[in-house]
């Protein structure tokens, strides 16, 4: 038995309505000392129940139903309670998604550390802390000595993550399962994170159970992956077979669904339907209802393994009836033609242009609550959206992206100028901007938060035409709204329904309906996709597109997401603490960034391939609170080529070539 | 946090003279002093010279916010408003209808009050605390359902009932203690037993069933799954990690209650002839005596805010996000 | 007409909250999501359980707030008899349906206390006895009393077979009622579901473990209890006093029926007083914020540190005032008392509603941040619409939590300030009224039980079903369980 842990045909469950409904099925994977395994998988596979399952674990409700988990030659799952606590935190340890709620918010950062120390390895007094000092040394903690003392809600979000990392680390554990452990974290800050949690590993040649639904954290930290869907790993492959060769029908949607530069203007692939639910389960093979080969087999068995090479096997009839030496990829779509006519007219009249536009929120401190300064989350942006195209805005989170969105429809109070197709906006009063309001609307980032949960589906869209007067009659806006339904391509006795009655993918499109519902001329996209699914992704990206291309919209594009950017924006705006440092076409800004912000960010994002990662430029630090921002270049503090120059004053915008404008002191102002 | 709560203390200002305003507007504008006189001296057989010598003597004859005949800063302290309501703010409670000082009454009935509310409110806390960690160590089995159920039981009995059967089945069956009755000095314990004992158990139901609440939504929390995985046993996340959290939510309803400790229990003290202040503003309000009534209303304000400043004082030595902003 | 309807205050309010009830329920039955939370109240045993106990109680409730005045029995009138022209005459006390249903309990008053199912009173007494020879000798003896157990004539003896063939009757009364809904109630749902009596019959008593279907299975148990519990009583009524008599000789059973009346005004109609001033004014706070917010907190604020019993006597207090100067305003007693019911409701409401325009502004905070609300802000929908169409639907649910769960506490309150003497008036028979009589009568000797003992157990079969009700609802309708 020379693997670390090795899980046997783990499932596990929940009760619910006096049955267990299984998450996880039969579940089976080995992770060896040194090796990153990472488990990938969409919300709602049964990959962090997985993971729970493994250190019995589970909430009240969860209940494992069979099969063996083997711990350094143990089997853990027959372990007594009380033996199974000495096993926690000492040959497994684990780290968890949301480092904000994971601390205990009433005990030091030292004292949380120190539990662990005292647990596993006997350590109290002088000598727990000496050693929880050099834990937080050695996760790269700023000041050890101050945040031994302190509370976690005086840490950053990274140090939280780093923090959490260490009192795993204390009980010097031979696994280590990380549960999405960056995807609270910006792209900056996950960048940092994964290097940190790879030179421990390599350190002290800890096994890594990796949980994530990132491609490209697989790509940058993975040694072997296994790909889960619907409570079963369906392919698993080491790194290099899963990014050049993947087999399953499910893993190659997975990464054609995946936007990028290089299908600008094409469709993106998606998987039609949804994941089954647990009360649900298809019989035979649990991909077959979404699979674009299955076969009548597929509907009836469950595929057994087929190894193909050396530790890549995969659970598919198809591929299995392809062997040996079949045709493996799935068939190409239909390559839709790209769309011309967006990007060949350039000199189009601007619908949106906002100057120097601020938002300041008053803080407000002592006995009086007087105001002592102003959280500047917008601080001066200048912005310009022709017809019919996007501008995408990009920018880690705080950075007052969309406080800007939501300022530029005047749902905030903010000062300086919005001109919509040359009218003043912020000046206007209430009943004079009315009618504006047709033409510029908003889609937002929750697509459960930004329904009515009360209002049937016709009601919600319905609501924008009746508070405008859109549409004067009743049979008008009958009319209106199933035209609406087919356009977002929803079924059109959906209007009855109510919100709950849909999936995440579903809601977001009755959210575009709603806006598209005024027929407006510009769409302030906020985030439309980060709270979906890759493949849902795809499909609302396809959705926009085509909206775009028929009715001439413009989308002032609000995301962190630089694959999205990539597919869908004509110009982007890169924002950092509330200011705008460097904007301009998309392909010159992404292929050849200027400011070294925009430079660092691209290079954080990781690429879900093998090849073609960008050279890493490391960022330190985290993004200063905008309330205090710092002197001259708000940047110059993580910047690596800062000057005094860059200490003392703002840098004044640089034209480059292309048309990009930067703001930094490295180039010349005009 | 020296602002925070300098502000809350500020705040209560305002707070106290809306109390005020109010209370005043109750007892004067509701009803005029006449309406009141008649009411005392018997609605029948009632002469103005009556009315009038009833008002003279309770000093309630003068105008309520301005006297027109008085001179100078007179025109505004010879009034009822002044003499009868702005006056609670420096303590002058004036006199009840018996003639007897209220101040006076006040300070001797505070004793007996609190040797049986402080008892009452320690046990109970400890009780009921200890109680409902039992019920969420031990959630979803059959001791917590039961537990609930009794909890659920024991909150559905009225008050009175937990004293009417206690005194029967203490006092009068097994004879165990007095009945009721109060003595001055350490001899007081056995008269004090039975209310005490009776006022724990009348509270365990409900204190017990929301604590239990509060902690099962603690143990929900993501840091108890952290702790969990630390390998820490089940009773050291219980009491060092879900305990210290769940104090927060238990503090605020805790400490406001502390100072009004001091005003006591209407329906014990009644029920076992203790001379406190419950007792005393029972027989106010039967005896319908207005300034007594009017003045334990602005006390029981005042304790009452005094209260909530205790709680905030108290947040910042429980909650570190308190007491470092 | 035989009788004269009179319609007391308490008793429009009541059946106003009837019809809104009668309303809401058909608003819910039209929104799936309400309905769906109110299919798992029913779902639950506990929920099933308590709405059938509490349904009780109402309907009694019901019954006792329509009232009339009865027509006098015609008096000859300058011996024409009863001319067409003569105004009829109606009796001053005013009568409820229940008080006509319950017509000897009302009107058979012993002297003093009767233990339960006596036939001779409680204490002995000084009377004349007939001896065989005609003389009359006074001795000390029970007497025997004027109704209970009258029909038994001299044969006492008779008191134990009788008591035994009327609870007999009475069960079997149950069992064949209870047998008749049983059937009737499977039938019903194997026409509806399309199968088998039999096996509709048995998925009655063992529901699959996916079924959302009612919980019929509680709703006949609870049913069967009911009825062993009230046929034998209403077996027994008419010819005894099954739980005794007080002191001055009242049936305490009928007390105890009356009361319910008065618990579920105080419970029902206090929270209704409550509701449209915390509903508004806490979602106005949280929605516009600002000086509104600052100004409704500060008013709620100063009223919640005024310690409640504390407001309440000296508001009670001062009505008294008024309503001792103006006997003028009241035509007959029961007036009186209703009007005082209400005002009590009105003040209880009045100490009351901080708490829910706290929680309301609280959760409109939250609420108000969220996206759906901005989606409407941008069409440039109006804030009291967007308060009445997005924000109130979004908080009924605590409303809702808040009236079930303060019921219970309502009727507890009730009792404590009757006791304090600054409940209801001392005229009108509440739980609180009747213990506040009662409170000296265990420390008698010998002790009188009864009336206490029964105001126990019914408040505590009404407190403790509301209780479970309230429970079941908040999780039913609380996002957080779901």
């Known amino acids: ?670 | 946090m020296l602002a925070y709560l300098l502000r809350r203390l500020l705040y209560a200002i305002p707070i106290l003279i809306g109390v005020n305003l109010l209370t005043f507007a109750l007892f004067f504008v509701v009803n005029t002093p006449d309406d009141m006189a008649r009411m005392q001296l018997g609605v029948k057989r009632v002469t103005p010279e009556a009315i009038a010598k009833w008002k003279a003597e309770r000093g309630y004859d003068a105008p309520l916010f301005w006297n027109g005949e008085a001179a100078g800063l007179e025109k505004a302290t010879r009034t009822i408003f002044f003499t009868k309501s702005a006056r609670l703010f420096v303590g002058d409670f004036g006199a009840a209808e018996d003639g007897r000082d209220i101040a006076t009454e006040i300070r001797t009935r505070m004793g007996p009050s609190l040797a049986i509310a402080i008892p009452t409110f320690i046990l109970g806390l400890l009780v009921t605390v200890s109680l409902a960690l039992l019920l969420a160590f031990f959630r979803a089995t059959a001791l917590d359902f039961w537990g609930v159920v009794a909890c659920v039981a024991m909150m559905s009995i009225s008050g009175l009932f937990y004293i009417i059967g206690g005194q029967w089945l203490i006092s009068k069956v097994w004879r165990l203690v007095p009945i009721s009755g109060y003595v001055e000095g350490l001899d007081a314990w056995k008269f004090l037993l039975l209310p005490v004992a009776i006022g724990v158990v009348a509270g365990i139901g409900s204190s017990a069933r929301w604590y239990r609440t509060i902690f099962l939504e603690e143990m929900g929390k993501d840091y108890v799954r952290t702790a969990r995985a630390k390998g820490l046993s089940e009773s050291v996340v219980m009491f060092r990690h879900v305990l210290r959290n769940a104090m927060i939510p238990i503090l605020t309803g805790v400490v406001v209650v502390i100072p009004l400790l001091f005003m006591g229990s209407l329906l014990t003290e009644s029920f076992f002839g203790i001379p406190g202040l419950g007792s005393y503003t029972i027989d106010a309000i039967n005896a319908q005596d207005f300034a007594v009534v009017r003045s334990m209303v602005f006390i029981g304000s005042v304790l009452y805010i005094a209260g909530l400043i205790l709680t905030d004082i108290s947040y910042t030595l429980v909650d570190p996000r308190i007491r470092f902003d | 007409m035989a009788f004269l309807p009179v319609f007391l205050w308490s008793d429009l309010v009541i059946w106003l909250l009837v019809a809104a009830l009668g309303l809401l329920a058909w608003g819910v039955a039209r929104t799936p999501p309400l309905g769906a939370a109110w299919g798992r109240v029913l779902h639950s045993r506990t929920g099933m359980a308590s709405l059938a106990v509490l349904a009780l109680f109402v309907a009694v409730g019901l019954l006792d707030s329509a009232h009339y005045r009865p027509r006098l029995a015609d008096a000859p009138q300058n011996g024409q008899g009863s001319g067409a022209g003569a105004a009829p005459a109606y009796g001053v006390e005013v009568l409820s349906l229940l008080d006509a249903l319950l017509t000897p309990l009302r009107t058979q008053v012993e002297k003093t206390y009767s233990a339960p199912l006596a036939t001779r009173a409680y204490a002995k007494e000084m009377q004349e006895v007939r001896q065989p020879d005609g003389s009359l000798v006074q001795q000390r003896d029970f007497p025997r009393l004027k109704f209970g157990g009258a029909h038994l004539g001299s044969e006492e003896s008779a008191w134990a077979g009788d008591v035994a063939r009327r609870l007999l009757q009475g069960y079997g009364l149950a069992i064949l009622l209870w047998a008749a809904l049983a059937i009737f109630l499977a039938g019903r749902l194997a026409r509806r579901r399309q199968c088998s009596f039999r096996q509709s019959w048995r998925e009655l008593w063992r529901r699959p473990p996916t079924s959302t279907a009612p919980a019929w299975d509680a709703l006949l148990l609870t049913l069967a209890g009911l009825f062993l519990l009230l046929t034998p009583l209403l077996a027994l009524a008419p010819e005894y006093h099954v739980l005794g008599t007080d002191k001055v000789g009242q049936d305490v059973l009928y007390q105890i029926l009356k009361s319910i009346r008065t618990a579920l005004v105080i419970g029902l109609v206090t929270t209704l007083v409550t509701l449209p001033v915390g509903v508004l004014l806490g979602i106005a706070a949280g929605y516009f914020r600002g000086w509104v917010d600052d100004l409704i907190q500060y008013l709620y604020t100063t009223l919640s540190s005024i310690p409640g019993v504390l407001l309440i006597a000296a508001a009670v207090l001062m009505m008294q005032v008024v309503i001792d100067t103006h006997p003028e305003w009241f035509a007959t007693a029961a007036e009186r008392a209703d009007l005082r019911l209400l005002a009590l409701c009105f003040i209880l409401g009045m100490t009351s509603w901080t708490g829910l325009a706290r929680l309301l502004r609280g959760e409109t905070l939250k609420l108000s941040q969220l996206e759906y609300i901005q989606a409407a802000q941008a069409f440039g929908v109006s804030s009291w619409r967007i308060l009445l169409r997005h924000i109130l639907p979004n908080v009924m649910h605590i409303v809702l939590i808040a009236l079930v769960m303060d019921f219970s506490g309502l009727v507890l309150a009730e009792a404590v300030l009757s006791y304090v003497g600054i409940g209801v008036d001392p005229t009108m028979i509440s739980f609180g009224t009747m213990i506040n009589n009662a409170r000296m009568e265990l420390a008698r000797e010998p002790m009188v039980w009864w009336s206490l003992a029964a105001a126990f157990v019914f408040m505590f079969i009404l407190v403790l079903a509301a209780n479970l009700f309230a429970d079941v609802v908040r999780d039913a309708f609380d996002p957080r369980a779901a």
Not at chain 1, 162 to 189: F, K, N, S
Not at chain 1, 201 to 224: F, K, N, P, Y
Not at chain 1, 233 to 241: C, S
Not at chain 1, 251 to 265: E, M, N, Y
């Open chain 1, 1 to 670: 038995m020379s693997d670390l842990l090795s899980v046997r045909n783990l499932k596990a469950g929940f009760l619910a309505g006096g049955r267990v409904l299984t998450a996880v099925d039969g579940v089976s994977f080995a992770v060896a000392p040194g090796e990153t395994f990472a488990l990938l998988g969409e919300s709602g596979c049964g990959k962090s129940a997985t993971a729970l399952a493994l250190l019995r674990l589970l909430p009240n409700a969860g209940r494992i139903q069979g099969g063996e988990v083997w711990l350094e030659g143990e089997e853990i799952l027959a372990l007594p309670e009380a033996a199974m606590r000495d096993r926690r935190g000492s040959a497994a340890a684990m780290i968890f998604q949301e480092p904000a709620t994971s601390l205990n918010p009433v005990l030091t950062i030292g004292r949380q550390i120190g539990e662990s120390l005292e647990r596993h390895r006997g350590m109290k007094g002088e000598a727990a802390r000496r050693e929880a000092l050099a834990l937080l040394t050695a996760v790269g903690i700023a000041d050890p000595e101050r945040r031994l003392e302190e509370y976690p809600f005086q840490l950053s979000g990274g140090m939280k993550q780093r923090a959490m990392i260490a009192i795993a680390l204390a009980g010097e554990p031979r696994l280590l399962i990380a549960d999405e452990p960056t995807t609270a974290l910006d792209v900056t800050i996950q960048a940092q994170i994964l290097d940190l949690l790879a030179r421990l590993q390599a350190e002290r040649a800890m096994g890594m159970l990796l949980i994530t639904h990132d491609l490209g954290v697989v790509a940058r930290s993975a040694h072997r992956v296994g790909v889960m869907y619907a409570g079963e790993i369906v392919e698993t492959a080491p790194r290099q077979e899963f990014f050049t060769s993947p087999r399953h029908p499910y893993t190659q949607k997975l990464f054609a669904a995946l936007p990028d530069l290089g299908q600008r203007g094409a469709q993106l692939a998606t998987i039609p339907g949804q994941v089954p639910g647990l009360a649900a389960m298809p019989a035979g093979c649990r991909f077959a209802p979404r699979c674009p080969v299955a076969m009548d087999r597929c509907r009836l068995e469950s595929p057994g393994w087929t190894e193909l090479e050396a530790g890549h096997q995969v659970r598919c009839h198809w591929v299995a009836q392809q062997l040996p030496g079949g045709e493996q990829r799935l068939p190409d779509l239909p390559a839709a033609p790209p769309t011309a006519a967006a990007a060949a007219d350039a000199a189009r009249e601007n619908l949106l242009a906002v100057g120097e536009l601020k938002v300041h929120f008053p803080i407000r401190k002592g006995l009086f609550k007087r105001t002592v300064g102003h959280v500047k989350a917008v601080d001066g942006v200048s912005l310009e959206l022709q017809r019919g195209r996007t501008l995408a805005l990009v920018g880690e989170s705080g950075c007052g992206k969309t406080t800007a969105g939501k300022a530029v429809l005047r749902l905030l109070p903010a000062s300086g100028s919005v001109r919509l197709d040359g009218r003043e906006l912020l000046a206007l009063p209430e009943r004079e901007l009315k009618p504006l309001r047709r033409r510029m609307q908003m889609v937002f980032q929750d697509p459960f938060a930004s329904l009515n949960p009360r209002l049937t589906v016709g009601e919600i869209i319905e609501e924008g035409m009746t508070a405008l007067r859109v549409a004067a009659s009743r049979d008008e806006r009958r009319a209106a709204l199933a035209a609406l339904l087919e356009s977002v391509g929803l079924p059109a006795e959906a209007l009855g329904r109510y919100p709950h009655e849909f999936s995440g993918g579903q809601r977001q499109r009755i959210a575009i309906a709603r806006a598209l519902a005024v027929q407006p001329e510009l769409l302030v996209c906020d985030e439309p996709t980060s709270a979906l699914d890759v493949s849902v992704q795809a499909q609302i990206l396809n959705l926009l597109r085509r909206l775009q291309e028929e009715l001439g919209l413009a989308y002032l594009f609000i995301t962190h997401n630089f694959a999205v950017v990539e597919y869908l924006a004509h110009d982007v705006a890169v924002m950092y603490l509330g200011r705008i440092v460097e904007q301009g076409p998309v392909q010159q800004v992404l292929a050849a960034p200027c400011h070294p912000y925009t430079r660092a960010l691209l290079s954080a994002v990781p690429e879900p391939r093998l090849a073609g990662q960008r050279e890493m430029v490391r960022l330190p630090g985290e993004t200063p609170s905008p309330a205090r921002p710092p002197q001259g270049c708000h940047f110059h503090p993580r910047c690596a080529q800062a000057s005094e120059r860059c200490r003392q004053e703002y840098p004044a915008p640089s034209t480059q070539a292309g048309g990009v404008v930067v703001r930094c002191h490295l180039y010349p102002a005009d």
